[in-house]
């Protein structure tokens, strides 16, 4: 059973610039979630899909940050303009549901830089 | 709200050494403890956790750490590391009944040297 998978692994723009984030949860995963890690800080919770919908998203940090999944598989999180404090790892996780586990299962993360 | 505070941002350590790395936690509920271990260019996993019961849990390559609900904490303990183990450590915390939206520490890097 493939993971989770993140693309890319690694970008690099500049200020102002656009950038999208992909995340392919686990098959049959229903819950998809997407946190950021500002080098040396905490992971910080960004956004909760279940299936398709927004479940909880008091984590994005402005409305720069769009994030969506539709069809509830992929998601994807776009930064528009990007701006230097949003640099730092963006991870993605699935869970098949919420309940006793709560485990989430965590891709390798995509490492966005903004010069 | 919770917090988790991992006081160490970095551990080095001997190969077969014994290693603790540290994990506090405030709540002010009942809580979910969780180590991740996040290995050179792969993902975060899972690597032990607690929910109820025993207050001393394990995972299968030989780390172990122990609820103290008095003391707030969830050390992580090592009696004897390898090579393999050098990686990042994130403790987590969340809550029952809540929305399952673990809060991670800033986490400990264990470098373990040969």
């Known amino acids: 059973e493939a993971g989770v998978t993140q693309f890319p692994s690694h970008s690099v723009i500049e200020k102002g610039q656009t950038v999208t984030l992909r995340c392919d949860p686990i098959s049959g995963h229903d819950n998809l979630y997407w946190y950021r890690r500002v080098m040396g800080k905490e992971i910080k919770f960004l956004l909760h899909f279940v299936k398709e919908s927004k479940q909880d998203e008091s984590g994005m940090p402005n409305n720069r940050f769009l994030a969506e999944r539709t069809g509830g598989t992929y998601s994807t999180l776009k930064v528009q303009p990007a701006e230097l404090e949003d640099s730092g790892v963006y991870f993605c996780?699935?869970?098949?549901?919420?309940?006793?586990?709560?485990?989430?299962?965590f891709g390798p993360g995509t490492r966005l830089t903004v010069t | 709200a919770q917090s988790v505070t991992q006081l160490d941002s970095q551990v080095p350590v001997f190969e077969e050494a014994p290693v603790e790395l540290r994990c506090n936690y405030s709540s002010s509920v009942s809580v979910y403890l969780f180590w991740y271990v996040q290995y050179p260019n792969q993902g975060l996993q899972l690597l032990l956790k607690y929910l109820s019961g025993s207050t001393l849990v394990e995972s299968i390559n030989g780390f172990e750490a122990e609820f103290n609900k008095s003391q707030t904490s969830f050390h992580l303990r090592k009696p004897s590391v390898h090579i393999s183990d050098t990686a990042e450590y994130f403790c987590?915390?969340?809550?029952?009944?809540?929305?399952?939206?673990?809060?991670f520490g800033r986490g400990t890097s264990l470098i373990v040297h040969p």
């Open positions: 996780a699935s869970s098949p549901r919420t309940g006793v586990n709560h485990e989430q299962y």
């Open positions: 987590a915390v969340s809550s029952p009944g809540g929305s399952y939206i673990p809060t």
